[in-house]
């Protein structure tokens, strides 16, 4: 990853005080209310549909493209001397693409070379770092302020004083000797404004309006240093001095090369059409019985669009988002998993694809695919695409696991379970202002985190996706146990749970792969040798005890573990996988599966439930989650434990969820789940196997008030980077033929071929879904080329696309229930 890693107190503190604006609210500054409604999509992303003068502010300026003037003079661009200056006419001005990093700061192209097979070169303003003195191969500022603005020599028209924002720079003046002369041997030292050619720290700009007046200054990010435009070139001036030649009107100019990005390959054909009811004819793509007030799209009920960061970071390589792009979001995994992969022990563990091709962006040509688990899948763009085919809301869960965490050679990040769910929340409020920035302004883009249905409701009317924080980690609070002993309090259970709902966690896994201070875990039984004696181990780590068994109740079938998601992968759970090659337990750890094997409590039994039900702790959580109207999950909790949670919660007439498959014990739970007004949502598939999934969950027996016309509605999970695979899809070169272009479910966009840099994707060579854009494709796929009943097709698409409406009557459900 990319990010300069801040110390988990900063984390907390950032998002709180993004929290308390208001969600990445407006800053405090003199520009305009942001304007309200959808963004259009573009393969330019995010360009900016220009406003009117009167109302334009810093953010309007998003992927636009502008020329700058300030006192009759032009920025101007020389490529061939690589330089930067100033001119009197007009017709000599650069054009400067505007590409926001976040919230009012750019980067300022004027140019862009693809070169192929490379990352490419780009012609940005920016500061030169010639000795290589202040960045790192990232981009990242990791010199230090004070001798950068020392060294900017003649170029810089530096007017100190107390007041300016320089600090240790008037100490340092005097002591950078270094940069006395221009050259060390062949090597040019003095920084200096320039024409750079990459993204980096040095190259942003921050932009603020002065006054009622459309005019802005801009400010090198780092430095602080001011921008002028004067007759003899370009100047950075102290912020305490700045005068007319700072001020700068951005006026709009065509010929800019766009910011090199994902493409969506989405028309939209119909932006004001109907986003809630259908009336087209194709017997695929309508609706029956809904009403028009009702939200027609689907829900992802369970991702992990922040898993980049978790367990101690730098195994799953690559972002949903990145300050410079795609080319620095999805680069060269290298840099996690070495030459060729050969040392991404985590990705040779759980993908089974040997080494690989490191190389991402622009070539992409070993990764990302539906089975190679530890590169990124849910880029932001991505994503994006599948917002348009009809995704309305999206569940994020924060995901960590501590044993796996200091276990991880590589990890760069705290492995404390509060101080790794804060870090994640901290980067989904920079990944949504990010896309804010991207569309014009706070609140502008197309991403946004709800915290209650009627917010969520909001969004999607405008044409958005409401995003849903929750936690799913093993040790949720600091709760574990060991010998029985609970490591935490009721106190600190309340403390820390009214912290992460302030900062806009809505829902709970009480339980995950190992016994907690809550409960037992559901045990995983997936087929294959060894697999459940690894997690087994695990949990005897982690608690001092072994997982203990008991008789299953009669009659009722269990279906703990995923086997239809990962059996035909290999023989090991890829959890378990990752375990096992990380040498979980150091020498005490068996050398083979078959050694591992006679570790399995239940070797010679039948006896296959825990037998820790829900404690003490866990019924005051439950009681304390239903107090704050959360949403609880009780996948991967014993069958005791879950028979429990809803013992506590059906007379409150308060609904629970089983998001992600058959993680939630039995079909009789699920059965009794979706009885209580429950969400149960299997993984997505492929073709009538998908079909077959959505038909079961979409009607099983439904709280008749949480029933959207005659459909329940079936979301589905997919789990993306959390160490599970994505769909495959056994189509061919025909069917590929036959399948683009296609139009969205709603009739409003019409997809192509996704592309990302020079790699097309596609279902049908082998990679499945790939990445998460890919989710259009593979539901139109489901509905041309499944075998199953054409009718059960038609229904299967009916319980999806009302699946987004179930999911918020669900929840105001919940915040319906009586205390």
Not at 144 to 149: G, H, I, K, Q
Not at 439 to 466: M, Y
Not at 568 to 576: C, K, R, Y
Not at 707 to 724: E, H, Y
Request: proline letters at 5%; charged letters at 20%; aromatic letters at 10%.
């Amino acid at each position: 990853m990319n990010y300069n890693k801040r110390s988990m107190r900063t984390a907390w503190a950032f998002v709180s005080a993004m929290l308390i604006a208001g969600c990445g609210g407006s800053e405090t500054d003199n520009d305009s209310s942001p304007q309200q409604g959808p963004s259009t999509p573009s393969d330019n992303p995010g360009a900016s549909q220009h406003k009117e003068t009167a109302a334009l502010d810093r953010y309007s300026f998003a992927n636009g493209c502008y020329t700058l003037e300030a006192k009759g003079r032009y920025l101007s661009a020389d490529p061939q001397s690589g330089q930067y200056s100033t001119t009197g006419d007009a017709t000599q001005a650069a054009a400067f693409r505007m590409r926001p990093t976040r919230l009012g700061a750019y980067l300022m192209m004027s140019g862009y070379q693809r070169n192929t097979g490379e990352v490419g070169r780009f012609d940005l303003l920016g500061i030169s770092d010639p000795a290589g003195e202040f960045l790192d191969e990232a981009g990242n500022f990791i010199g230090e302020v004070s001798y950068l603005v020392a060294g900017l020599g003649d170029t810089t028209n530096l007017v100190l004083d107390p007041v300016a924002p320089l600090g240790d720079a008037l100490r340092s003046i005097g002591e950078s000797l270094e940069f006395t002369g221009d050259q060390i041997g062949d090597t040019t030292v003095n920084p200096a404004l320039a024409m750079v050619d990459a993204p980096s720290d040095l190259s942003v700009w921050q932009l603020q309006r002065l006054g009622d007046q459309q005019q802005y200054t801009l400010a090198s990010d780092v430095t602080g240093l001011m921008l002028s435009a004067r007759e003899d070139g370009l100047a950075l001036v102290s912020p305490s001095v700045i005068d007319e030649t700072g001020a700068f009107t951005l006026k709009e100019a065509e010929g800019c090369n766009h910011y090199p990005e994902a493409e969506l390959n989405a028309e939209v054909l119909d932006s004001q059409g109907p986003a809630t009811y259908l009336t087209e004819v194709d017997r695929f793509r309508k609706v029956k019985g809904i009403d028009r007030d009702d939200i027609f799209g689907f829900v992802d009920t369970h991702s992990h669009i922040s898993a980049y960061e978790f367990i101690g970071g730098r195994v799953n390589y690559g972002a949903p988002f990145h300050r410079f792009g795609v080319t620095h979001a999805l680069h060269d995994c290298e840099a996690v998993h070495g030459p060729w992969g050969a040392t991404g022990f985590v990705e040779l563990a759980t993908s089974g694809i040997g080494t690989h091709d490191t190389q991402g962006w622009p070539t992409f040509n070993d990764w990302p695919r539906y089975n190679s688990l530890q590169h990124h899948q849910s880029y932001y763009r991505w994503m994006e695409r599948a917002h348009l085919a009809g995704m309305k809301i999206l569940v994020n869960h924060l995901v960590h696991n501590e044993i796996l965490c200091r276990i991880n050679p590589q990890k760069e990040n705290d492995c404390d379970p509060m101080e790794s769910i804060l870090l994640q929340i901290q980067r989904m409020y920079e990944m949504q202002d990010y896309i804010d920035a991207q569309h014009g302004g706070p609140g502008e883009g197309w991403f946004q985190i709800v915290t209650s249905p009627a917010q969520a409701r909001n969004v999607i009317k405008d044409g958005k996706l409401a995003v849903v924080l929750g936690i799913e980690m093993s040790k949720v609070f600091k709760c574990g146990e060991f010998l029985g002993v609970a490591e935490c309090t009721r106190e600190q259970i309340v403390e820390r749970l009214d912290q992460f709902y302030q900062l806009g966690v809505r829902n709970i896994f009480p339980v995950h792969k190992f016994d907690n201070a809550f409960g037992g875990h559901l045990p995983d039984l997936s087929t294959g040798i060894g697999i459940g004696p690894i997690l087994y181990a695990g949990n005897l780590l982690e608690t001092g005890h072994p997982v203990e068994f008991e008789q299953c109740p009669e009659n009722v079938e269990y279906t703990g573990g995923e086997p239809d998601q990962n059996a035909s992968l290999q023989p090991f759970g890829l959890f378990d996988q990752l375990l096992y090659q990380m040498d979980y337990l150091g020498e005490r750890f068996p050398e083979t599966p078959e050694e591992m094997a006679a570790l399995d409590p239940r070797r010679g039994t039948d006896q296959l439930c825990n037998r820790r039900g829900l404690s003490d702790l866990g019924d005051f959580l439950i009681e304390e989650l239903v107090r704050r109207k959360m949403m609880i999950e009780t996948d991967h909790i014993s069958r005791k434990a879950a028979a429990r949670i809803l013992e506590i919660t059906r007379p409150l007439d308060y609904p629970v969820i089983n998001s992600h498959g058959s993680w939630g014990g039995t079909e009789a739970l699920r059965d009794r789940i979706a009885a209580q007004g429950g969400i149960t949502a299997s993984f997505g598939g492929t073709r009538e196997d998908w079909v077959r999934k959505l038909t079961r969950d979409g009607n099983r027996p439904r709280h008749q008030d949480l029933k959207v016309g005659p459909f329940g509605g079936a979301g589905f999970a997919s789990d993306v980077n959390g160490i599970a695979q994505l769909a495959s899809n056994p189509g061919t070169a025909e069917d590929e033929a036959g399948l683009y272009p296609f139009t969205s479910i709603d009739g409003r966009v019409r997809f192509d071929v996704q592309t990302t840099g020079d790699r097309e994707f596609s279902l049908y060579d082998g990679r499945g879904v790939a990445h998460y854009g890919l989710y259009p494709d593979q539901i139109e796929d489901m509905i041309r080329n499944s075998d199953a009943d054409p009718e059960q097709v038609d229904d299967a698409i009916n319980q999806l696309f009302t699946s987004a409406e179930a999911y918020l009557r669900m929840w105001e459900r919940i915040e319906s229930a009586p205390l």
